[in-house]
């Protein structure tokens, strides 16, 4: 399972890491051929132990390293443009899809679906999803590797995330940023399915006993290691909103303020 | 009843004993042993006296800074165990638990990353200056060298707090970094996270006292003539070093201090609610923590420069450019705080202004490898073991530049955030760059401090082992975090991780024996000290003014105050084969008395912080006012310093 921007991340990263080697080489190399060949046991080549100073040389040794950052900081100025993760995809109309980071797990709404998930992200091969993403408790970060780079998730934010999948198949997603001892198994599993078989997982989803209201968010806020999947078949309107504005609401407790919403 | 005891005890009680785990235990154990031993040795050999008066009391800058390297020699043991903990725990964990229970397995973490930048890196890098700046400028002390001691027992004071988390309650378990809400009590109720706060509130008020200190003695006690385009290398680094600890540290202190009160006080500047927001935490934490980085790599470039023109015989390449790239970078590095956290959803602008910014900072860092290589080219090139430092920084330290520089691409960043690849590049930057740099500097001024020289061969076995572990310990966590792995795994299901990490921990088990030929290096010099004697003072044939003095310097370092009108003012004397040329003086040499103060205000502040954590709150309020007790008393002392003679020893005035 492969997506746009993971291959452009890291097509990236490996341009750079090849205009750097230019330097980058020549220089540990050339460090030891000259400790070697100047060595005081036998080394040899001139010694002139007064020669500190050459003004070209000088203008070289600032030039190099300047031309090189002048290179990637173009680089940086317009991929950080063109991969800006709040930037929607080209293509389809985006998929929205509602993250919430508890203790230690995901939760996902489909708002358009009107569908609820834990722990169990299915996407539509080939159509650009938006991820709106917030936190219920300490600071997460949200990332599917396979698909591209992370993004904070923080309690009384709302964060955004653009990805999109390639083809049809199977991954894992995760909180990437240490939030207790739940952490290490706190992932997701992400299916890319195609057009009809997502229909057919939302159909399933649907067909589920259990919805998500007060009670159940209650019942699922409570810190729990490596949850299983469970599916919500319905979701109440405006509910990643309001699970955002209750904490910047005047009334409320402070164990999390899942008790009086 | 119950209500006395809280009062006295505050939330102290028998559960904060470590009989939660085997491991907890064993480290108690350890630690408690390693400190009573400390005590019946000294007992048993009747130094009591001499070490209360040579040393704890001593407001000698040399002293002082041989204690801090000490300190953080002590905790750098301290904090290598930590991680090897941890790379057993991670080469084990696949499917499994591994040894170590989470809570365990973060607060070794979190102990690690705050050991070893407070309370190795620090106190070497004080000690280190400590030891060198006043030789090096031809000064007699540091400017206020009271204040010196202070500093020193105030690190020392967090470095206490700091161990005795290990024997009487939990350390934080939220990372060296502390990022709220995490560390909120919501999340992390309990003593461990206080800890973390007040070990390093309390060292870090010491260091910025420490920077005050330095700046004022760069800036006053100068030797005649010593201009500042004229001052060694070194102590360019410790100036720019020092005033960005002025610049950065109330960054730090504010934010900690912040954080304890919505800790204590039920504040709420990072909660989640109440109109917190833990974004103002991290913003001043990096405001710290970026000039963090570079408050300890400057020295280090420093001494790299020492080393590198006294072992290659020749003049430092390019003094100037060398001087303003430590300029240039100590003031870039203010600029680039948000790099370390692009993924929090900024613009695009926002991210790509401050990854360029901190690419730039690569310019100066390039330009000072070349001036070192340049340095060598002509030379000829001695390969003592602070050199093999030296060259084995120069080669390491460019692919950690690089894999820094692909960090600050924001899009690279948001792949590569969090991952193991952070981790590698960071410590890519510490080891090779800092903690080399510090070793070398350790070598190269061990003759001076204590008259003999370190041995040779264990010396280039320490370099060896050093440079095979680093690049088996942490160059395959590249591959690991653009794999996708996240640091701070207590365990994990991925089959292709564990192959990594286990050479990740044989790479830990060569540090752990570079660690060995350390100690057996010290070993080997002290047992034959009398063949290594270093009978000139000047056993590497140095350049700066430390080496025309005696090895060890008197306590008031020159009988006769040098004047200066070159740089590498004592090869100039050497070279024109007359002694370095002094004023002739006729005020007498004045040098500070012993006092208690020093040791007296870091108990003040271990009880305010032992106070603070545990809620002993009389405890807390007697720390502080003993503190202000001390500093109030001693400001009615006048008459501080004894006059010597050099011919005759100390008398009083």
């Known amino acids: 399972m492969t997506g746009p921007i993971a291959e452009a991340e890291a097509e990236l990263m490996w341009r750079a890491f090849w205009l750097m080697m230019i330097i980058i080489i020549p220089v540990i190399i050339l460090t030891l051929v000259v400790a070697w060949r100047y060595r005081a046991s036998g080394g040899k080549g001139d010694y002139q132990p007064d020669w500190d100073h050459s003004r070209a040389l000088e203008v070289v040794l600032w030039g190099i390293p300047f031309a090189m950052i002048a290179v990637l900081a173009t680089i940086v100025w317009n991929q950080t443009h063109r991969l800006d993760p709040y930037k929607p995809l080209p293509g389809a109309d985006p998929l929205r899809v509602q993250a919430i980071a508890l203790d230690w797990k995901w939760l996902f709404i489909y708002p358009d679906e009107g569908i609820g998930t834990v722990n169990e992200l299915a996407l539509p091969a080939g159509r650009p999803v938006t991820f709106h993403i917030t936190s219920e408790v300490a600071m997460n970060s949200f990332m599917i590797p396979a698909l591209g780079g992370q993004i904070y998730a923080m309690a009384g934010m709302e964060t955004k995330l653009n990805l999109l999948s390639n083809d049809v198949g199977e991954t894992e997603g995760r909180n990437m940023q240490f939030t207790g001892d739940g952490f290490s198994d706190q992932t997701f599993r992400v299916l890319s399915l195609s057009e009809s078989d997502f229909e057919g997982w939302t159909e399933k989803v649907r067909q589920s006993d259990a919805t998500l209201d007060v009670a159940t968010f209650a019942e699922i806020s409570k810190p729990s290691i490596a949850a299983p999947v469970s599916y919500y078949a319905s979701v109440p309107d405006g509910f990643f909103a309001s699970r955002i504005a209750h904490f910047i609401g005047s009334e409320h407790s402070h164990s999390g303020g899942t008790q009086d919403q | 009843m119950t209500g006395a005891l809280s009062v006295l005890f505050g939330r102290l009680g028998p559960d904060a004993l470590p009989f939660y785990s085997w491991v907890a235990f064993g480290g108690a154990v350890v630690t408690v042993a390693g400190g009573l031993g400390f005590l019946i040795l000294v007992t048993w050999l009747r130094q009591w006296r001499a070490l209360w008066t040579g040393w704890l009391t001593t407001v000698d800058h040399k002293r002082i800074g041989i204690m801090y390297i000490v300190l953080a020699l002590v905790m750098l043991v301290r904090g290598f165990v930590d991680a090897i903990m941890m790379r057993l725990q991670q080469a084990m964990a696949y499917d499994s638990g591994g040894y170590l229970p989470p809570e365990h397995f973060e607060q070794i973490f979190s102990s690690h990353g705050t050991i070893m930048i407070f309370f190795m890196a620090m106190p070497f890098m004080a000690g280190l200056m400590n030891f060198v700046v006043p030789l090096q400028i031809g000064a007699r002390d540091v400017a ?289 760059g800092v903690l080399f740099g510090y070793l070398a500097g350790y070598i190269y001024w061990f003759p001076k401090a204590f008259g003999f020289r370190l041995d040779r061969r264990w010396g280039a076995r320490a370099f060896w082992l050093w440079l095979v572990g680093f690049l088996l310990a942490f160059m395959p966590l590249y591959p690991l975090g653009l794999m996708g792995m996240p640091r701070r795994m207590e365990t994990y299901g991925n089959p292709d991780w564990q192959p990594l990490l286990i050479i990740a921990f044989v790479g830990a088990v060569l540090i752990l024996f570079g660690i060995l030929s350390l100690a057996m290096q010290l070993w080997v010099s002290v047992r034959d000290r009398a063949a290594l004697a270093d009978t000139t003072g000047d056993p590497w044939d140095g350049r700066t003014l430390e080496w025309s003095m005696p090895s060890p310097p008197p306590a008031w370092n020159f009988d006769n105050v040098p004047v200066v009108s070159t740089r590498d003012a004592f090869h100039a004397a050497k070279a024109s084969g007359q002694p370095v040329r002094t004023e002739p003086d006729d005020t007498p040499i004045l040098v500070p008395r012993n006092t208690v103060v020093g040791p007296l205000i870091g108990f003040a502040g271990f009880c305010v912080g032992f106070g603070a954590i545990w809620y002993m709150w009389w405890l807390a309020l007697a720390g502080l006012i003993l503190g202000v007790a001390t500093l109030i008393v001693r400001s009615f002392f006048d008459d501080t310093e004894d006059e010597v003679d050099p011919n005759l020893g100390a008398r009083t005035a």
Do not use: Q
């Open chain 2, 144 to 432: 206020f060298p009271t204040m010196n001691a202070i500093s020193f027992w105030l690190t020392a004071a967090g470095a206490g707090l700091m161990l005795i988390s290990l024997v009487i309650g939990r350390f934080s378990t939220a990372g060296w970094t502390g990022y709220p809400p995490y560390s909120g009590v919501e999340f992390t109720p309990g003593v461990g996270v206080d800890y973390w706060i007040w070990s390093i509130l309390i060292s870090g008020v010491g260091t910025t006292m420490s920077g005050i200190n330095f700046i004022v003695t760069i800036f006053r006690k100068r030797a005649p003539g010593m201009r500042l385009m004229l001052m060694p290398m070194f102590v360019w680094t410790a100036l720019c070093s020092s005033i960005l600890i002025i610049f950065a540290f109330p960054a730090l202190t504010v934010a900690t201090a912040m954080l304890a009160l919505d800790r204590t006080l039920g504040l709420h500047f990072f909660t989640n609610e109440d109109g917190g927001n833990l974004m103002n935490y991290m913003n001043l934490f990096w405001i710290w923590g970026h000039p963090e980085v570079y408050i300890l790599i400057l020295p280090a470039f420093g001494i790299f420069s020492e080393v590198v023109a006294t072992f290659s015989s020749k003049r430092l390449f390019g003094y100037p450019s060398l001087v303003y790239a430590t300029a240039c970078i100590a003031v870039l590095s203010f600029t680039v705080w948000l790099h370390h956290f692009f993924t929090m959803g900024a613009g695009a602008n926002v991210n790509a202004v401050f990854g360029i910014a901190t690419m730039v900072i690569a310019v100066p860092t390039g330009v000072k490898v070349f001036d070192w290589l340049f340095t060598m080219f002509r030379g000829r090139v001695r390969f003592e073991p602070p050199m093999l430092f030296t060259i084995g920084f120069m080669c390491l330290f460019v692919i950690g530049g690089a894999s820094g520089v692909l960090l600050a691409i924001p899009p690279v960043n948001y792949a590569t955030h969090n991952t193991t690849f952070l981790v590698a590049h960071f410590h890519n930057m510490i080891i090779p």
